[in-house]
């Protein structure tokens, strides 16, 4: 069984830096598609960043040049650092990783396992 724990999250001042990190047991990571994904208070889940098993990335336009998405295939862990922290960055982080994936994907549906989440909170 497929298990994803996050950690990392916390409060942070705007302009501030987390880094956040995913990691998975019960398989390697090293054929996986694997990304971050929020829940902001009243909206729904949105992507922010993945990548495919060679560790090409894509971001949503809104955290572009901040958060930078990468993996450590040694310790089975994906990680997200994200830098500049806007008060609309606050949300619940969650990790996902699809296997046998060559093409990163936003689409959440495609995502086969899912932490429980990690609270990240940027205040003005």
């Known amino acids: 069984q497929v298990q994803l724990v996050e950690s990392g999250g916390g409060s942070v001042q705007a302009g501030g830096s987390l880094r956040l990190s995913c990691v998975v047991s019960?398989?390697?990571?090293?054929?996986?598609?694997m990304g971050w994904f929020r829940r902001a208070p009243d909206k729904e889940r949105e992507g922010v960043a993945t990548?495919?098993?060679?560790?090409?990335?894509i971001y949503a336009d809104s955290v572009k040049g901040r958060f930078t998405i990468s993996k450590d295939n040694a310790k089975n862990t994906l990680l997200l650092q994200m830098n500049s922290l806007k008060p609309e960055d606050t949300a619940l982080y969650y990790c996902?990783?699809?296997?046998?994936?060559?093409?990163?994907?936003?689409?959440?549906?495609?995502?086969?396992?899912w932490g429980q989440g990690t609270q990240v909170t940027v205040s003005s």
């Open positions: 996902a990783v699809r296997p046998t994936c060559f093409t990163a994907t936003m689409r959440q549906y495609e995502y086969n396992f």
């Open positions: 019960g398989s390697s990571i090293n054929n996986y598609c």
């Open positions: 990548m495919n098993i060679y560790g090409t990335p």
